[in-house]
């Protein structure tokens, strides 16, 4: 068990609808990741906050957002949804901005039917 | 942008046996964090290994170490002594030290994996 909590583990939904994934982090940690993992792109990163404040972006798609909390939770929300976004969603965290290293958490499977 | 490439989509050994598997990558930096984590059927990304690229002395966590080879951007695992749940996707990760500009942060870039299964 990494200490990273993610819900819900599994999520089937509709194209066109929007979904919100739920990351907490390791006690202590600042920062959080997004990633996600399909099989046709492997696994990639998606964005970073760190206390709150958004660090870094990646492949991330305008229809995909994501925010940190003052409790340091961590939402990503994907809207419009498409066939192609079923994938597994994971959320990582690290103890502080640099170099650290990241402790990912159990995964968001998502189903778009 | 950094790559970081694993010819090996799948491998095979026999319990108790040791395995190496390959990680090469590409990069302009000289300094980078370079990792291995496992995928076993559960889907949970497990760290494996940690390498600093300032490091020369390889890396080692009781049955898994590294052959790090800075010049050559080569970064191997091998598994000795290798175990039923040692079966598992495995992933060469690598990350900027220190991170770049706001576009590049501290993510990890991933290779493409490695199916290993350990047989009985």
Not at chain 1, 87 to 92: D, G, H, R, S, V
Not at chain 2, 6 to 11: D, I, K, V
Not at chain 2, 57 to 80: C, G, H, W, Y
């Amino acid at each position: 068990d990494s200490g990273v909590t993610q819900t819900p583990k599994h999520l089937i939904t509709a194209t066109g609808q929007r979904v919100t994934l739920r990351c907490s982090p390791r006690s202590g940690d600042l920062s959080v990741y997004w990633y996600q993992q399909s099989l046709d792109q492997g696994l990639q990163f998606l964005i970073q906050y760190y206390n709150g404040e958004e660090r870094a972006k990646g492949n991330i798609l305008e229809r995909f957002s994501a925010q940190q909390f003052p409790d340091l939770h961590s939402e990503l929300n994907l809207s419009s949804l498409e066939l192609g976004d079923s994938a597994l969603y994971f959320c990582a965290s690290s103890l502080g901005l640099y170099q650290e290293t990241q402790y990912f958490g159990p995964g968001t499977r998502l189903l778009v039917l | 942008a950094q790559t970081v490439t694993q010819s090996q989509p799948e491998m095979s050994v026999q319990e108790a046996e040791t395995v190496t598997l390959s990680c090469t990558y590409d990069t302009s930096e000289s300094n980078y964090y370079l990792f291995w984590y496992k995928q076993p059927p559960s889907r949970q990304m497990i760290l494996v290994i940690r390498q600093e690229a300032y490091k020369q002395q390889n890396a080692t966590e009781n049955r898994f170490s590294v052959n790090f080879q800075k010049a050559a951007k080569s970064f191997s695992l091998k598994i000795s002594d290798s175990q039923l749940g040692d079966t598992a996707m495995y992933f060469c990760a690598f990350m900027k030290h220190p991170p770049g500009p706001e576009t590049s942060g501290s993510r990890l870039t991933f290779g493409e994996g490695t199916q290993l299964t350990v047989n009985p």
